[in-house]
């Protein structure tokens, strides 16, 4: 073995030891930064020379340098990160939505709503005190603002959660091409199986981990290898790499699949591009992460005015809608009891109308060429019901009229009439009125109380939108402005002294089969049924249809006078919350928190409030009958459900609700930060940089450095020697 090999292989330790100390500088050098993982150069002997006695070492080299990492405990790692995202993104908006709705009674809409019942109480004490209804008119007015006010400061919300969504989700698809393009770097890099990417893959870890609070995906490495560097067990250098989010690939290796970003009446709703190219909606399927968390607090279902009806935000605004709506439609209720000479409430449904040059266009025309009805005419039967002037049900007499889509308006009227005239009602006629199909009494041509429609099977009152002929159930919940339900009311007819003299109960029964009671239709004709002895006295000429006429016109439930004396109608005993559905004297205008407001006429004259049912102003019973309602059950109905509660009762559930679910996602927050901390902990052990051991390793390696420098010194000393006796 010559002199030189022994210079060689002192040579290897040198640069062997000055790449250990470069690893380690490295190391120190990135010791606070979170995304790096420590590097551990790994020595490895050189191949020996095979000689007697025995083989002689050549040297040493770094044979690689790895990652002091473990896969599955990043995973914990990245997936605690994800959870604890999600909760603080929670949190900080539940707290933002909770001061809107402060659980103490003497701030908030509690207060308002407290005031404006305290209002009624003094003025059931002064009724005929101007100043009195000043004050009730501007309580009103006060608790109405303040409902508008909170639907407006959820509605700000829910655009603050969208732009969030907007900007994230762009971050996410940043982030997605981002690893892809970091895969093909790192097959590149690592092809010949020796090198390591560590720097590449430290920033694809930082990215993973990113993505993971963003939107909490799913990833799958296959092929990671487990070494013991040198004392430091690593579990790293997965071959293949794949996300995924809902059941679909965003990364596959180097391939991506951006996320899609459709708009939902302005709420950003999620997808991702599939095989075929359409375009699948993932929204529901993103739970974990700040995107789920933003997407559970906005909601993912929507009404057609845009608003969410599901999550914490949907939730929030629908109770805050149904508790509108619910005060709206009993005070109206009670409102309605105030004796007026008539009634004209507001458009409840706009009908279609058929114009005079179209009558004899067919009503498939009618629906595809002139758009002149809401939906198409199928062929079928529409049934109708024949009743006495007492209003008892002929069961021997059903009228079955066929109706195709290819006759015209004039075609179903004519069949119609001879329908009824072969089965012998020859008092009552149907007949276009404004352009609208009415059965009317031959004899005066106002609507009949003998003829129902019990069965629409052609959908023809459908199609021109005349709901007064299609069964309660159907439109209670979709047209009609304010709910109705099962009960009864009293309709009572006043002199000009207050005194009542006639009452009629009218009965509603929307699951009945009976039109009589489950239409707008049958509930006029309760009104107008001329055989009743509303007051027991034999006499039929004093009974509520000799003093008022109950119409449906132009989408409005109209009760207008039969006569010259000076008389008023009211309502009483509303246990169907007629009044408030239909509108008739209401004191508060709207159907929800965005429209709640005082009634116009009161907005502008304040003294045109009463206390009083009857026309005597004395009398002080709506007033009183208000300041019960306080405590008396009402019913809300939220996203198809039907809850019974008073109106305290019921904000204080909202309230409580949102109070509670902003505790419990501080308390999984606080106990996911333990967590996360001990998890992050446990991680950073393995993989952070360890000043004290990277010192250890740095004087270690500076010996090693010397000792082999020092080597290399005594063979240039022998050299010197050798050379020196040749001479």
């Not at 209720?333 to 507001?346: L, N």
């Not at 015209?408 to 352009?435: C, H, M, P, Q, R």
């Not at 003299?501 to 107008?528: F, H, L, W």
Request: hydrophobic share 30%.
């Amino acid at each position: 073995m010559a002199i030189s090999t022994s210079f060689s292989t002192a040579l290897t330790g040198l640069k062997a030891h000055q790449n250990a100390i470069d690893v380690t500088s490295n190391n120190i050098s990135n010791a606070s930064n979170p995304d790096y993982v420590r590097e551990r150069a790994v020595f490895s002997t050189l191949p020996a020379i095979n000689s007697a006695p025995g083989d002689i070492g050549t040297g040493t080299k770094i044979s690689s340098v790895y990652r002091i990492t473990d896969t599955f405990l990043f995973n914990r790692y990245t997936s605690t990160s994800a959870t604890y995202s999600n909760l603080d993104t929670q949190e900080q908006y539940l707290k933002e939505i909770a001061t809107y709705f402060p659980d103490v009674t003497d701030n908030g809409l509690y207060k308002d709503m407290e005031d404006f019942f305290n209002a009624w109480q003094t003025f059931a004490s002064n009724p005929n005190d101007g100043s009195v209804k000043v004050d009730l008119a501007a309580k009103t007015q006060a608790m109405t603002d303040d409902m508008k006010s909170l639907k407006n400061k959820l509605k700000d919300i829910q655009k603050s959660i969208n732009d969030e969504l907007n900007t994230k989700l762009d971050e996410a698809n940043s982030i997605i091409k981002q690893i892809a393009d970091l895969n093909k770097e790192i097959t590149a890099h690592e092809a010949n199986q020796e090198n390591h990417a560590n720097e590449l893959r430290d920033k694809r870890d930082a990215l993973e981990k990113r993505l993971k609070e963003l939107l909490d995906v799913n990833v799958y490495k296959s092929g990671v290898k487990s070494t013991d560097a040198q004392g430091a067990e690593t579990t790293d250098y997965a071959e293949d790499y794949q996300i995924s989010l809902g059941g679909y690939p965003l990364v596959d290796n180097s391939t991506y699949h951006e996320l899609t970003i459709d708009s939902l009446a302005g709420n950003p709703m999620i997808g991702i591009e599939k095989q075929d190219h359409s375009v699948a909606d993932i929204t529901k399927s993103v739970k974990g992460g700040e995107i789920g968390a933003l997407l559970s607090l906005r909601g993912t279902e929507f009404n057609s005015e845009g608003n969410p009806t599901d999550g914490t935000l949907g939730k929030l605004m629908s109770s805050l809608d149904s508790l509108a709506n619910g005060l709206i439609r009993s005070v109206n209720s009670i409102y309605s009891y105030s004796a007026q000479q008539s009634v004209e409430t507001d458009v409840i449904s706009s009908p279609e109308t058929i114009p005079p040059d179209l009558t004899d266009t067919s009503l498939d025309s009618l629906y595809s060429m002139y758009h002149v009805l809401k939906s198409p005419v199928r062929d079928g039967n529409i049934t109708f019901s024949v009743y006495d002037d007492q209003g008892n049900l002929d069961t021997s007499k059903q009228i079955k009229v066929a109706v195709k889509s290819s006759d015209s308006i004039n075609d179903v009227i004519n069949n119609i009439n001879t329908a009824f005239t072969n089965n012998g009602v020859t008092d009552v006629e149907a007949k276009l009125v404004n352009g609208q199909l009415k059965l009317v009494n031959t004899s005066d041509g106002q609507e009949t109380s003998k003829v129902l429609v019990q069965d629409d099977g052609a959908q023809l009152f459908t199609a021109l939108n005349q709901i007064e002929y299609e069964p309660l159930n159907q439109v209670n919940n979709t047209q009609m402005p304010l709910p109705l339900k099962n009960g009864s009311f009293d309709i009572v007819v006043y002199d000009d002294s207050g005194n009542a003299i006639a009452k009629r109960t009218i009965t509603v029964n929307m699951d009945s089969k009976d039109p009589r009671y489950s239409t707008i239709e049958g509930i006029m004709a309760q009104i107008n049924t001329p055989g009743i002895d509303d007051n027991n006295d034999n006499n039929l000429n004093n009974d509520v249809d000799d003093y008022y006429q109950a119409q449906f016109l132009g989408g409005k439930l109209i009760l207008s006078k039969k006569t010259d004396q000076n008389t008023y109608v009211g309502l009483d005993n509303d246990t169907a919350d007629f009044g408030g559905a239909f509108g008739v004297n209401k004191f508060l205008d709207g159907k929800d928190a965005s429209t709640i407001e005082l009634r116009k006429d009161f907005q502008n004259d304040s003294s045109l409030i009463r206390a009083s049912k009857t026309p005597n102003s004395g009398d002080n019973t709506i007033a009183n009958d208000m300041l019960q309602l306080q405590y008396e059950n009402v019913n809300f109905y939220v996203n198809g459900t039907t809850q019974e509660n008073t109106i305290y009762g019921f904000y204080r559930g909202l309230t409580s609700d949102l109070a509670n679910q902003t505790q419990t996602v501080s308390s999984k927050k606080e106990s996911t930060q333990t967590l996360l901390t001990s998890v992050k902990n446990e991680y950073y052990s393995l993989s952070g940089v360890n000043i004290d051991e990277e010192l250890i390793n740095l004087e270690k390696y500076q010996r090693g450095y010397q000792a082999n420098a020092k080597v290399i010194t005594t063979i240039n000393q022998m050299l010197d020697a050798l050379f020196s006796i040749k001479q």
